[in-house]
C-alpha cells in the first residue's frame, strides 16, 4: 500500500460534499458549449449527484452508479 495522504482521513460525509461540489464546478461555463459537450456534462453530474444520493448512508465511495470515485 502507499502512503496515506490528508485527503485519504477525510471522512465519507465531507467526501461527498467535495464530490458535489466538484460535479456543480464541472457546470460554470456550461451555456458556452457546444450541445453535445452541455449534455455530456450534465450526464456527468448527474451520475455524480445520483451515485452520491444512492450512498448517502455508506461510509466509503467508490461504489456502483459513482463512476471515477476514490
Known amino acids: 500500500m502507499g ?3 490528508p485527503r485519504d482521513a477525510v ?3 465531507e467526501r461527498r460534499k ?5 460535479a456543480m464546478a ?3 461555463g456550461i451555456d458556452r ?3 453535445g459537450d452541455q449534455l455530456a456534462r450534465l450526464d456527468e453530474a448527474q451520475s ?3 451515485g452520491v444520493l444512492a450512498n448517502a ?7 456502483p452508479g459513482l463512476r ?3
Open 33 to 35: 458549449l457546444e450541445t
Open 57 to 63: 448512508t455508506v461510509g466509503q465511495l467508490g461504489l
Open 18 to 22: 467535495e464530490r458535489v461540489a466538484e
Open 26 to 28: 464541472g457546470l460554470d
Open 3 to 5: 502512503e496515506t495522504t
Open 48 to 50: 455524480v449527484l445520483a
Open 68 to 70: 471515477g470515485a476514490q
Open 11 to 13: 471522512t465519507a460525509t
